[in-house]
């Protein structure tokens, strides 16, 4: 009963989740009360207007960020109160990001770009060669695995970024805006690369204005003013 | 892969980095130079005292050696007292007086050392022979030059100059039997040496008198033992153990000394400014690639190690190449300042001594990580979130 009750219980939960800035002399309320629910296996996008706590909320599961108040567990660990040695572990181990403007290292190849998360994590050097040129080969880019970012189209370096996110085996893949800087028809490979990792059985939440890439997913989340008001 | 990374980034600028290299070259280089500077001349002076192997001299009571005209009676009796004591193995009576040489019409002035050269540890010979008969004189080349005249030739050599009567006194046909080297002369000295029953002949006031004397002790004997024996048994003499003159050297040299080391210091702390500002303008600029290998899972203290491997690379970089500036610039002002004035010849200002050659970098890489700290500590404390925040907006 006990394992039945892990595998079923959703690997992202928030629940009442507040985080509150500082601008200045005004306290911004960026996330009110946010209570939420991700599966695993699940592809959940989350969409709403500029500035209604979509990357806030993205931050907070990634574990880079800690809420105001409120409980945030993935995988059922709790994490809103973890040391910062502990949220770079979990992170390590748990999650994979994939940014907007890729933020791939420039001084290094695509290949050791993908696999500095598996140095990291102390995977040896003959191991994470391996999985990042499985991982390169996954995202189709296996001929491109000695060029530098600086070499790689737009797409070809969020297939990169991608690639790196997966590194490490995580639970829970995590992409803000990450067609944001893509033209349609490269964009248009990145949201069926998504659907193909889904496929596979990786979860993903991403947060996105991306009409298309929103609708690809099998869940939308609407949020406005810090509030989830569609999930 | 950190240090990979570190060096990567500093390849990524290589312009910037190699005008830090340099910058941090230029400051080893003083800083080697400052240290250098700061024992060489007090080293120089040691080895210039222990080459001839005699380790006390005796000067006149409350003078230093050659440092006035006053000089010792009774050379025999000193003697034949200090012949007394076992652990002596060697006397060197050394009788000092200025000489007027006259070349055709010239009269070409310079200094002349009475000796016994069996025993003296005055000079070198570098070519011809010693003074071996009571009519030798050797010469030095500098006094060679100014006289024009080589080995063989006979000289007039006075003791005297009476400029009232223009008369010489104790005149003597001397001849040029070699070609010296002094240890304690300077360059642009003029110095001979014959022996000293010559001079003495020469100087009708000066028999059985010495300027100094110098000792040589037994091997494994204590020469301060010996100094010390020397003072209760020779009053009206000053015994000066080379450790003495060297702690006399050491007082005088001490303002010369601390200007090195606060020179020295100041290099140091440019270079640690320098590196510091450069990888912290690294670090600003590198915020956002910073925060990502944050969020991707590396943790605090290898970003750390990465920032501090830059600063220290940089300062590694700049010592290797400022210590080979620093002896290039060591040899160059060596050269200047030996040329001043009545400096011994044998007296090296900056001296290459590997310990400081070891010191200068060792304080260079501990700087270079101290100078990786603050850079370190904003990069690791920076915040994930809020930093690819500003990178999105920006």
């Not at chain 2, 050394?94 to 000796?115: E, F, K, M, T, W």
Request: charged content about 20%; hydrophobic content about 45%; aromatic content about 6%.
């Amino acid at each position: 009963m006990t394992v039945r009750a892990e595998v079923e219980s959703p690997i992202v939960s928030l629940r009442d989740v507040r985080r509150d800035y500082a601008l200045g002399a005004e306290r911004v309320h960026a996330l009110q009360g946010v209570t939420l629910d991700v599966e695993r296996g699940d592809y959940v996008a989350i969409v709403g207007p500029s500035g209604c706590g979509k990357s806030t909320l993205l931050n907070l599961i990634g574990v880079i960020d800690q809420p105001t108040s409120g409980t945030v567990a993935i995988a059922g660990r709790r994490v809103d109160a973890m040391s910062d040695r502990e949220a770079t572990q979990f992170r390590l181990r748990n999650i994979g990001f994939v940014f907007q403007r890729f933020y791939l290292l420039p001084i290094l190849s695509a290949l050791e770009n993908v696999a500095l998360p598996m140095a990291e994590a102390k995977v040896s050097k003959g191991e994470r060669l391996e999985r990042a040129t499985e991982l390169l080969e996954y995202v189709g880019l296996g001929n491109r695995e000695r060029h530098r970012p600086s070499e790689l189209s737009g797409g070809e370096q969020q297939r990169v970024a991608i690639a790196r996110a997966l590194s490490n085996g995580p639970t829970l893949l995590l992409a803000d805006e990450p067609t944001g800087e893509l033209d349609a028809r490269t964009g248009a490979e990145i949201i069926s690369l998504f659907q193909r990792l889904n496929a596979d059985g990786t979860t993903i939440v991403v947060v996105t204005h991306d009409e298309d890439l929103a609708s690809a997913a099998r869940r939308k989340v609407h949020m406005r003013d810090g509030r989830v008001v569609d999930a | 892969m950190r240090s990979a990374l570190a060096l990567a980034s500093l390849i990524r600028h290589r312009a910037r980095t190699m005008l830090a290299v340099l910058g941090v070259a230029v400051a080893a280089a003083m800083l080697l130079d400052m240290v250098m500077l700061s024992t060489g001349m007090r080293e120089s002076f040691r080895e210039l005292l222990l080459s001839r192997g005699f380790e006390i001299t005796l000067a006149p009571k409350g003078t230093l050696p050659f440092d006035t005209d006053a000089t010792i009676p009774g050379v025999g009796a000193i003697t034949a007292t200090l012949r007394g004591n076992p652990d002596i193995l060697e006397i060197s009576p050394v009788l000092g007086a200025s000489i007027h040489i006259l070349a055709g019409n010239r009269d070409v002035s310079g200094s002349a050392l009475g000796i016994d050269p069996s025993v003296q540890g005055d000079y070198e010979l570098l070519s011809g022979r010693d003074v071996t008969t009571p009519d030798a004189m050797v010469v030095n080349d500098h006094l060679l030059s100014q006289l024009g005249v080589r080995i063989g030739d006979t000289l007039s050599v006075a003791i005297g100059y009476d400029p009232q009567t223009r008369t010489y006194s104790g005149q003597r046909k001397l001849v040029v039997t070699g070609r010296v080297k002094f240890i304690y002369g300077a360059n642009d000295q003029s110095s001979s040496a014959m022996r000293r029953e010559t001079l003495e002949a020469m100087d009708g006031q000066s028999r059985d008198r010495a300027s100094l004397f110098m000792v040589r002790v037994r091997k494994g004997a204590n020469a301060e033992q010996v100094r010390d024996w020397i003072d209760r048994q020779i009053p009206n003499v000053t015994a000066i153990s080379i450790a003495t003159a060297i702690a006399q050297v050491d007082e005088r040299l001490s303002y010369f000394r601390q200007l090195a080391v606060i020179l020295g210091a100041v290099s140091l702390f440019v270079g640690f400014l320098l590196v510091t500002t450069l990888v912290t303008v690294s670090v600003n600029e590198r915020a956002g690639e910073i925060a990502v290998m944050r969020a991707i899972g590396v943790s605090r203290s290898h970003v750390v190690e990465q920032v501090v491997l830059e600063g220290v690379a940089i300062s590694f970089a700049g010592a290797v190449l400022g210590l080979a500036l620093g002896l290039v610039t060591a040899r160059y002002l060596n050269a200047i300042l030996s040329a001043f004035p009545g400096l011994p010849m044998a007296i090296d200002f900056f001296l290459f001594q590997p310990r400081a050659a070891w010191s200068a970098l060792g304080l260079l890489i501990v700087s270079g990580i101290g100078a990786g700290i603050y850079p370190a500590w904003r990069a690791a404390s920076l915040p994930i979130a809020e930093s690819l925040r500003r990178e999105a907006i920006a």
